[in-house]
């Protein structure tokens, strides 16, 4: 990757913020994408029949494209201009939204969400190194705070506007809509970018790695597509065969691009920006965050739809305390860099993990039950750090780079962070259905146990009760432990069946089996989320301890 091959001319002030806004609405809406579709999970179930599996390559396959094209996109804005780029990639997401909202299967969804995240990667690319272009390297502190807290705020409100829009149901359209949003932002990005940026020139005669570009995309491929689907297919043999073919193609793509350019070439990544301390303790934190940060949404999400039956706008909602301190952490951070440094992000990250605890310790799965109010101190305080650390990382990182590095080490940085979202959000997800499946071993039972009492008040004959009460364990069981946990088992069901003595039986305790259904799946899935959160909160400690690392002087190497 090359740094700052146009020659761009730097415009009028009133220009630059408003070149500045575009790249911003571009972020913003980059971000929201990452966890919208999180809270519509559920409605894209029921709506598109996904099975999970299809789920998590809904979530994933956006910032699996994200990351695969992120490397390949700096080098064609560098080669096209960026502006260019910038303007049609992102009509393109405009496109690629459209396609997602009239979609009509899970794996037409899927494509298209690939689409999406190719094309954001194309306008991620292009952003922050139009930014360090447009405003001088003075303003740069200021400006990169600005991007990363518009990108940490945008991705705290994609829950809560997703429930929004799914609740309100606008034209009957559903859950189509969290798509069908972004293509006036992406109009008027593009419109803006057309009226604002300067018009700069690419470098035409710069090559193309084509040996990168098929190896990096490969390689991430080959890693990320068996962690999203390993889970359900069992992890047969051909998935960690993909696992080692990865590891042995992204260590000869690293080493492709270190001894590139002895032979004159031009490589994707530039392995010599990790000889900066700063940007590799840098890209470290932003890989480790972003994994959690990823998930973090979705556990939640999915913890409160299926195990508490919530309603998509109710699980938005309760993320608003987390995006309320967020924001604020984000109005701050300036201030506290300036008195910190980058122990700023040391902060965020410690307030991160008390948080991620508090709300984890104050889960009581047994209960069937979220104590809302009691989890919206923690939820603050949560994003508080989170704010305090998203606003001021990539000022950090690229603190630095010189001006002939900060254009590359700017592309790079968020396919650090793509990378970490999707490697996180498969990783977590696969350690949270793997609780669910643990948490039922002590949950059916007590849920079964609170069946047989309470069906000693019914008319069930109580010869026929231990029947009634095996018969749901099973069920439970089965479901619960299986692949589909968000689905009944072949052949149970809590609605009342029709037909034979056994019917009339299982109709009388209807009632019953549905609250024990209830009790069992609050039991797991919050169980689960409790363990996932205690374990992102040790992945914020770890984040918090690798931020020591980061040195307070800005500059040099």
Known sequence: MHSRPES????????????????????????????????????????????????????????????????????????????????????????????????QSPWQLIAFRALQGVSAALVSAQTLALIADIFPRSRHGVVFGIYGAVAGVAAMLGPVLGGVLVSLDVFGWGWRTIFLVNIPVSVVAAVMALRYMPRQRGSRDLAVDGVGVVASTVGLFMLIYPLAVGREQDWPAHLWVMIAVAVVVLAAFVVHEHRLPRRGGAPLLRVDLFSSRQFAVGAVLSLLFFSMFAAFFFTMSVATQFGLG???????????????????????????????????????????????????????????????????????????????????????????????????????IPTVQQLGASLGLAVITIFFFSQVSHTAVTAVPGATAGLSRALQDTDVAPTLRPFVASNFARCARAQLESAHPERPASGCSTTAPSGGARAQVLAAATPDLRAAARQAAAWTFVGALRTSLYLSAGLATLVAACSLLLRRSTGGR
């Open 310 to 412: 919530w309603s998509a706008l109710r699980t938005g909602l309760i993320t608003m305390p987390f995006a309320a301190g967020a924001i604020v952490g984000s109005l701050a951070s300036a201030s506290a860099v300036r008195h910190l440094g980058p122990r700023t992000l040391t902060v965020g990250m410690v307030l991160l993990a008390v948080g991620l605890a508090w709300v984890a310790a104050e889960l009581a799965p047994e209960s069937a039950r979220v104590d809302v109010p009691s989890l919206i101190a923690p939820l603050v305080l949560g994003g508080l750090g989170t704010g305090l650390f998203v606003a001021p990382l990539q000022a950090t990182i690229l603190s630095g780079s010189d001006e002939h590095t900060v254009g590359s080490a700017s592309g790079l």
């Open 8 to 103: 761009a001319a730097t415009p009028p002030p009133v220009g630059a913020w408003a070149a500045l806004v575009s790249c911003l609405l571009a972020v913003f809406m980059q971000m929201l994408d990452t966890t919208i579709v999180n809270i519509a999970i559920p409605d894209l179930t029921t709506g598109l029949g996904a099975a999970s599996s299809q789920q998590l390559l809904i979530l994933s396959v956006y910032t699996l494209a994200f990351a695969c094209t992120l490397l390949t996109a700096t080098t064609i804005g560098s080669r096209y201009g960026r502006r260019r780029v910038f303007v049609l990639a992102l009509l393109g997401f405009a496109a690629a939204s459209t396609l997602c909202g009239i979609a």
